[in-house]
């Protein structure tokens, strides 16, 4: 019977994504990860190099699939309100993205990914500021970085938003940050 690699990286992806966004990057074992995954570690050195390169895989898996599909759309504040709706509604069902960018930024030096991961962001900026009339690409580029964090703020700070906001709902508080998006414009 054939060895099927891509159902292998498939579950090592998905294995890792679990270890990295609960444990982050330097409390996430390899020999977990494969044995969650149901492979011998050996596939992990055989698929991604090494523990840097599969957390850069997962990374970049985690960002394309937050950012596929979402556009800006509209202009002024209606770009701002429904990109940051849609975001949230996106980091809301998959929270793991949040912890793992919270876990690269406290552990590692340096972005993993960063030149893919950069294009993505700058193509990002680009729509932004084409639909912000009168504000230049430097500001489009702050205001994606606030709508960015609030929109996923609730997966990776999810104990202080309750501490705040009580017992809020997930519509009031994709709400809130719809409305806090669209007052940046």
Not at 17 to 45: L, M
Not at 78 to 96: E, I, N, T
Not at 156 to 180: E, K, N, Y
Request: aromatic share 4%; glycine share 8%; net charge negative.
């Amino acid at each position: 019977m054939a060895w099927d690699t891509e159902a292998t990286r498939r579950r090592l992806l998905e294995a890792a994504t679990e270890h990295f966004s609960a444990r982050g990057y330097a409390g996430a074992r390899v020999e977990a990860i494969a044995r969650t995954a149901g492979v011998n570690k050996e596939r992990i050195y055989s698929y991604f190099g090494d523990k840097a390169g599969l957390f850069g895989a997962v990374l970049t898996a985690e960002v394309d699939r937050l950012l596929d599909g979402i556009d800006v759309r509209g202009t002024g504040a209606d770009a701002l309100g429904s990109l940051a709706h849609d975001l949230y509604d996106r980091a809301a069902s998959h929270p793991q993205l949040a912890r793992l960018l919270a876990w690269e930024s406290l552990e590692l030096d340096a972005p993993v990914s960063g030149p893919s991961r950069a294009e993505g962001c700058a193509a990002m900026v680009d729509a932004l500021a084409g639909a912000l009339p009168g504000r230049s690409r430097d500001e489009a580029a702050q205001l994606l970085v606030s709508i960015v964090a609030i929109a996923t703020a609730d997966g990776c700070l999810p104990h202080l938003v309750t501490l705040i906001t009580g017992s809020a709902s997930a519509a009031d508080r994709r709400s809130a940050v719809v409305a806090q998006a669209r007052s940046l414009a």
